[in-house]
């Protein structure tokens, strides 16, 4: 990790900026974009198992609204920051938009250490969450989902707490439910997947078959784990992944060189996606420090853990057989990194169409939830597939046309569309 100061906002809104230039936009529309609609900040007093109250500062920024309801998911994390939340709103907006379903950008956060915190201390805080903006979100308004370190749990609680104070049944109001209690089938796995619909593609165009290939994976949360079950399936390999040891607080690169054993690797991670590293020795992995996953001599990077994991300290450190980087996480490459792989001409899938996935299949949830009427997984992978596939060729082919790198062409489809329903409605 970088040294310098890393504020992910500044940085959203810096790739904003360079876009809304690109586009031509209006001064109007550039200051209605470069800030959040509107965002809560509030005090969440929990009563602890031993008794004492504790106060977490918990958040909702919604970006903007202009295509349908905000969608966004909660993030839970000791280093949670306003910024950051307000960086995944907008980064929201444009993934929404992107895939072009009819939802705008949200996101949430609570600053703590879930790790630290027993169950009913956790579902105390979910509802103490809901409560706080329970007249601020909801199925029309700003439709929460999971993040880093929230899961279905967290959002069933949050969902029966929206229903008490509002009496009614609304499972429209959160998605990554359990699929027993309304979720979808298919949610579960949708971002990692979906990271391997989108590498399947490039790969196409970097005239690479998927059994060629090799791949490194920072982060073994939900999404890394569902990405590396796909890539394996269509016969890529995974030779390295990485996780944060909360006990030794750093992070640690677990490598294989035949290849990790997916199945046994999940069997000695926890909930959270931190992987043993006691047994992972025993069962033959060399443990590397954290960094070691992005310097692999490997074909493939999939960042899957947090932001700011591809920086100007350590670009240059990738591997000159690296020819395709996956972003699994949101924001994992900054700008000066960026600039580095462009230089470098390494095929970049950016992070709002690479794991756009999750909130595709959210709307699907939604849609369900909604209609009270449930696909199979195959039609949800199958519509999921679909549409992303869709997002990829409409970036692809602006990119070749306006002779820009992906995340580029990206931007300008994804700002260009919010920008049009900002002016459609009359806002700007
Ligand atoms: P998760 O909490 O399930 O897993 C996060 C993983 O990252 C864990 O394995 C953790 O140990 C690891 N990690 C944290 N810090 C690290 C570090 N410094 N080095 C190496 N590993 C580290 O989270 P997730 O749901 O898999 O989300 C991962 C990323 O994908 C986040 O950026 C998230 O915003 C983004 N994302 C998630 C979804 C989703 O549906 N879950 C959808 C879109 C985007």
């Known amino acids: ?44 007093p929990v009563r602890m198992d031993d008794g004492r109250v504790r106060v977490f500062r918990g ?24 910024d950051t939340v307000r960086a995944l709103a907008m980064w929201m907006t444009w ?3 992107l895939v072009n379903v009819p939802l705008g950008g949200s996101k949430g956060g609570v600053v703590c250490a879930p790790h630290d915190l027993s169950q009913r ?14 007249r601020d979100v909801g199925p029309v308004l700003d439709v929460p989902a999971p993040d880093v370190m929230t899961n279905g749990q967290h959002m069933l609680w949050m969902l029966d707490e929206f229903e008490h104070i509002h009496g009614g049944k609304y499972p429209g109001f959160i998605t990554g439910k359990p699929v027993a209690m309304g979720g979808s089938l298919g949610r579960t796995e949708a971002t990692g997947y979906g990271v391997v619909f989108m590498l399947r593609e490039a790969l196409k165009e970097l005239q690479l078959r998927p059994q060629d290939t090799q791949a490194s994976v ?23 992944v990485s996780c944060w040891d909360h006990g030794a607080q750093r992070a640690v690169c677990f490598r294989k060189k035949s290849g990790i054993d997916l199945p046994e690797l999940r069997g000695i991670a926890d909930r959270f996606g931190t992987i043993d590293p006691q047994k992972a020795g025993k069962l033959g992995y060399e ?11 490997v074909d493939i ?23 395709l980087i996956a972003e699994g996480a949101n924001g994992p490459t900054t700008p000066e990194g960026d600039h580095i792989l462009r230089e470098r001409g390494i095929f970049v899938i950016p992070d709002f169409l690479a794991n756009a996935g999750g909130v595709t299949c959210s709307y699907f949830e939604q849609v369900q939830s909604n209609t009270n009427f449930y696909w199979t997984k195959d039609e949800v992978l199958g ?21 820009l790198p992906m995340r580029d062409a990206a931007h300008i489809i994804a700002i260009g569309r919010v920008a049009q329903a900002c002016h459609d409605r009359g806002w700007v």
């Open 218 to 240: 920072q982060g073994f949360g939900n999404v890394a784990q569902h990405a590396i079950e796909l890539y394996h399936q269509i016969g890529g390999r995974v030779t390295a």
């Open 121 to 134: 201390e956790q579902e105390a805080l979910c509802r103490a969450w809901v409560r706080a903006v329970a």
């Open 59 to 82: 958040y909702r920024v919604q970006h903007n609204d202009a295509r349908g309801p905000g969608k966004g998911g909660i993030r839970f994390h000791p280093q949670e920051t306003v």
């Open 95 to 97: 993934k929404c938009a």
């Open 383 to 403: 519509k999921l597939d679909l549409a992303m596939t869709s997002a990829f060729i409409d970036v692809s082919q602006t990119a070749h046309q306006r002779k």
């Open 1 to 44: 990790m970088s040294t310098k100061s890393f504020n992910a906002f500044a940085m959203a809104q810096a790739q904003f900026d360079r876009i809304a230039e690109l586009l031509e936009l209006d001064q109007g529309t550039r200051d209605l974009l470069r800030q959040p609609l509107r965002e809560y900040h509030f005090s969440l």
């Open 301 to 323: 990077l999939i960042p899957a853990a947090l932001e700011h994991a591809i920086t100007d300290d350590n670009a240059g450190k990738i591997s000159r057989r690296v020819r």
């Open 287 to 297: 443990l590397l420090p954290g960094d070691a996953w992005i310097e692999q001599d």
